[in-house]
């Protein structure tokens, strides 16, 4: 297994993932509406299945990937506000909408801008862990670098420790299924406890062990109820409940996609952790064909890059 096909399958999960999430969002008018729909496994309403920011950013990670086989900061500053530029109506949050602009105009920006967001100290946000399971797959022979290269490319946009701890769990959760693929790796609670303790001190952290004493027999709500499902838009509040779920489900994305989406919260972003991380291991291969059919395809380049690697190998 190849770091470029092991992140390829990660890119398309996420973006499954987001944009199967996504289509929960005009039910939640009705929680229990949707709640219900969920736990039924009614599949959402016919596509195309847009898929947001989460996987706007993800694909300038993987770019960045493909080009240079590590974060390059400034590219990938320049990356995020030029896919920016061409689309910002993919639901940026609060910050990238202040941040990202700048990027476009200035890359070199990011080194300052980045820690001024939220009064100084930086986003706490989900963004930056959203957007990484690729980068996790990528390295995944190597934990260490993976952890490093997962906290270069947080610190872009989201500066404050947590922002750079939610990114580091979820690189590491990506790196180890895409492990499985080959070899023996750790599932469930021994992936959480082995992410826990490679990721720094904080928030995040004490979620990861939460989650890991969790039964994987908890019902979804109620370990969202714990966890936090992400409602709070903060790292700390969805990566938790995203590797849970995606840690007792790693040889079922189906499974993984309607766990987590039964936690609500900030469904196309904890759906697209959950994604990320399980497609890094099993690619899309249990997908349901309709899902397949109403996703929004990933955009040609991706597939052009894939060529080339393999002519290269």
Same mark, same amino acid.
Request: aromatic share 8%; glycine share 10%.
């Given at each position: 297994?190849?770091?470029?096909?092991?992140?390829?399958?990660?890119?398309?999960?996420?973006?499954?993932?987001?944009?199967?999430?996504?289509?929960? &969002?005009?039910?939640?008018? $009705?929680?229990?509406?949707?709640?219900?729909?969920?736990?039924?496994?009614?599949?959402?309403?016919?596509?195309?299945?847009?898929?947001?920011?989460?996987?706007? @950013?993800?694909?300038?990670?993987?770019?960045?990937?493909?080009? &240079?086989?590590?974060?390059?900061?400034?590219?990938?500053?320049?990356?995020?506000?030029?896919?920016?530029?061409?689309?910002?109506?993919?639901?940026?949050?609060?910050? @990238?909408?202040?941040?990202?602009?700048?990027?476009?105009?200035?890359?070199?920006?990011?080194?300052?801008?980045?820690?001024?967001?939220?009064?100084?100290?930086?986003?706490?946000?989900?963004?930056?862990? @959203?957007?990484?399971?690729?980068?996790?797959?990528?390295?995944?022979?190597?934990?260490?670098?993976?952890?490093?290269?997962?906290?270069?490319?947080?610190?872009?946009?989201?500066?404050?420790?947590?922002?750079?701890?939610?990114?580091?769990?979820?690189?590491?959760?990506?790196?180890?299924?895409?492990?499985?693929?080959?070899?023996?790796?750790?599932?469930?609670?021994?992936?959480?406890?082995?992410?826990?303790?490679?990721?720094?001190?904080?928030?995040?952290?004490?979620?990861?062990?939460?989650?890991?004493?969790?039964?994987?027999?908890?019902?979804?709500?109620?370990?969202?109820?714990?966890?936090?499902?992400?409602?709070?838009?903060?790292?700390?509040?969805?990566?938790?409940?995203?590797?849970? $779920?995606?840690?007792?489900?790693?040889?079922?994305?189906?499974?993984?996609?309607?766990?987590?989406?039964?936690?609500?919260?900030?469904?196309?972003?904890?759906?697209?952790?959950?994604?990320?991380?399980?497609?890094?291991?099993?690619?899309?291969?249990?997908?349901?064909?309709?899902?397949?059919?109403?996703?929004?395809?990933?955009?040609?380049?991706?597939?052009?890059?894939?060529?080339?690697?393999?002519?290269?190998?």
């Amino acid at each position: 297994m190849t770091s470029f096909s092991a992140a390829r399958d990660s890119l398309e999960g996420l973006a499954l993932g987001d944009g199967f999430g996504e289509r929960w &969002f005009p039910l939640f008018r $009705s929680p229990r509406e949707a709640f219900e729909q969920i736990r039924a496994r009614r599949t959402p309403e016919e596509g195309p299945w847009h898929w947001t920011d989460d996987t706007a @950013m993800a694909l300038s990670v993987f770019g960045v990937l493909t080009a &240079f086989d590590a974060v390059h900061q400034e590219r990938l500053a320049q990356a995020f506000g030029a896919t920016y530029r061409a689309d910002n109506g993919r639901g940026y949050g609060y910050g @990238m909408h202040v941040l990202l602009p700048e990027l476009a105009a200035q890359p070199a920006s990011w080194r300052t801008r980045a820690h001024e967001l939220f009064d100084g100290q930086g986003s706490l946000g989900n963004g930056a862990a @959203m957007r990484v399971a690729p980068l996790g797959a990528w390295f995944h022979t190597d934990l260490d670098e993976a952890a490093e290269q997962a906290a270069l490319s947080a610190e872009v946009t989201h500066a404050h420790p947590e922002g750079v701890a939610g990114a580091v769990a979820v690189a590491l959760a990506a790196a180890l299924a895409a492990r499985g693929r080959t070899g023996p790796a750790p599932v469930g609670a021994e992936l959480l406890a082995e992410v826990a303790d490679r990721t720094p001190a904080g928030a995040v952290r004490d979620g990861l062990r939460r989650a890991g004493e969790l039964s994987p027999a908890t019902e979804p709500w109620r370990a969202a109820d714990l966890l936090g499902n992400g409602q709070r838009i903060r790292a700390s509040d969805t990566v938790p409940f995203a590797l849970w $779920s995606a840690a007792h489900h790693l040889d079922s994305m189906a499974d993984a996609l309607w766990t987590t989406a039964e936690g609500l919260g900030d469904v196309d972003t904890t759906c697209a952790i959950t994604g990320g991380v399980v497609a890094a291991r099993t690619g899309l291969t249990d997908v349901p064909q309709e899902w397949l059919a109403c996703r929004e395809p990933l955009p040609d380049w991706v597939a052009e890059a894939e060529a080339e690697a393999e002519a290269a190998d």
